[in-house]
């Protein structure tokens, strides 16, 4: 059983949040079937699905701290983006915003991604990325509504790999 | 929450045929989840690629990430 009170990196945050952390009934995220490696990396395509609550400025709404349960949209992030027009609504006082909102590649590393196709490293930067607000506490309008959304995207872009880059 | 989310967005992806990387910064957590697979930051919580503004490193974890699969 998942005991936050014994977790180093938890150490900052309330008794009252380490208590909801450790009654929290997480949700079992084994696959039933893990999805098979069919190519080299070298020739693949990424794609970049981040939990940090980043939003395209003055464009796209905000993630809604005020939703029941967590607001469970997502935003598409073009590869194209500016990174410093991606703002940090993500609800959680849990973790220290700064670096989200000073460098927002801190959770969406599209430039960095861009660098590894040119060295060679992968084949290609999908030409978008999902940005999810990860403090849902009921995540069942997530994996009813908005996964299946976001891997229809997945799927329709062919993308080969993707890197999951929590908060 | 976030761990949860990244987590179930990975089961029903590769459920789907995707293949997932996966970046831990807390493992206890990752690990109640039953992500079967993961690459574990050393970095706090709202720093997953560690220092901000510190590209190189910032790539050099995406990088690993990636290639973390493949072993």
Same mark, same amino acid.
């Given at each position: 059983?998942?005991?936050?009170?014994?977790?180093?990196? #938890?150490?900052?945050?309330?008794?009252?949040?380490?208590?909801?952390?450790?009654?929290?009934?997480?949700?079992?995220?084994?696959?039933?079937?893990?999805?098979?490696?069919?190519?080299? #990396?070298?020739?693949?395509?990424?794609?970049?699905?981040?939990?940090?609550?980043?939003?395209?400025?003055? =464009?796209?709404?905000?993630?809604?701290?005020?939703?029941?349960?967590?607001? @469970?949209?997502? &935003?598409?992030?073009?590869?194209?983006?500016? =990174?410093?027009? #991606?703002?940090?609504?993500?609800?959680?006082?849990?973790?220290?915003?700064?670096? /989200?909102?000073?460098?927002?590649?801190?959770?969406?590393?599209?430039?960095?991604?861009?660098?590894?196709? !040119?060295?060679?490293?992968?084949? +290609? %930067? *999908?030409?978008?990325? %999902?940005?999810?607000?990860?403090?849902?506490?009921?995540?069942?309008?997530?994996?009813?509504?908005?996964?299946?959304?976001?891997?229809?995207? /997945?799927?329709?872009?062919?993308?080969?790999? %993707?890197? #999951?880059?929590?908060? | 929450?976030?761990?949860?989310?990244?987590? /179930? %967005?990975?089961? @029903?992806?590769? +459920?789907?045929?995707?293949?997932?990387?996966?970046?831990?910064?807390?493992?206890?957590?990752?690990?109640?989840?039953?992500?079967? &697979?993961? @690459?574990?930051?050393?970095?706090?919580?709202?720093?997953? /690629?560690?220092?901000?503004?510190?590209? !190189? *490193?910032?790539?050099?974890?995406?990088?690993?990430?990636?290639?973390?699969? @493949?072993?």
């Amino acid at each position: 059983m998942f005991d936050a009170f014994n977790v180093n990196k #938890l150490k900052h945050i309330s008794i009252k949040d380490k208590t909801g952390l450790s009654v929290y009934p997480w949700r079992n995220c084994k696959p039933k079937k893990s999805a098979k490696i069919t190519k080299p #990396l070298s020739d693949s395509k990424i794609a970049i699905i981040s939990s940090a609550g980043l939003y395209i400025k003055d =464009i796209q709404p905000k993630f809604d701290a005020k939703v029941k349960g967590g607001d @469970y949209s997502f &935003r598409e992030i073009p590869k194209s983006i500016k =990174i410093n027009s #991606l703002g940090d609504s993500h609800r959680s006082l849990t973790f220290d915003h700064s670096g /989200l909102i000073s460098n927002p590649e801190t959770g969406m590393p599209i430039p960095q991604l861009i660098e590894l196709k !040119n060295d060679g490293i992968i084949k +290609e %930067v *999908n030409h978008r990325h %999902v940005s999810l607000m990860g403090s849902i506490l009921a995540p069942g309008r997530l994996i009813k509504k908005s996964i299946p959304k976001i891997i229809e995207i /997945l799927i329709n872009d062919e993308v080969d790999i %993707v890197l #999951l880059i929590p908060v | 929450m976030c761990p949860q989310v990244v987590g /179930l %967005v990975q089961k @029903y992806c590769e +459920e789907s045929g995707i293949v997932c990387s996966v970046i831990s910064i807390i493992d206890e957590i990752t690990t109640q989840l039953k992500i079967p &697979r993961f @690459y574990s930051v050393p970095y706090l919580m709202g720093f997953p /690629l560690g220092p901000p503004h510190d590209f !190189n *490193n910032q790539k050099q974890i995406c990088k690993k990430a990636l290639e973390f699969i @493949y072993q």
